[in-house]
């Protein structure tokens, strides 16, 4: 049976394999990294209605357009 921390560890290691193989930019890094944080807020905090600017600011210190601003959003 998977636990919530073993999907959690698995996201991240996913994440990690594409990570490990492409040369990514610090905007991609960056993207995919929101990507995984927000699959981990959804498992996390079970909400089918979150938005980014939620996950944004639950996981992030700077603010939701600050984190948008990475990629001119």
Request: proline letters at 1%.
């Amino acid at each position: 049976m998977l636990t919530l921390e073993r999907v959690e560890e698995l996201v991240n290691s996913g994440a990690d394999i594409v990570l490990d193989e492409l040369d990514l930019g610090d905007r991609d890094r960056d993207l995919l990294g929101l990507a995984v944080v927000s699959m981990i807020h959804l498992l996390r905090e079970d909400k089918n209605g979150a938005e980014l600017d939620d996950v944004i600011r639950c996981h992030y210190d700077d603010t939701p357009q600050e984190v948008r601003g990475w990629w001119d959003w």
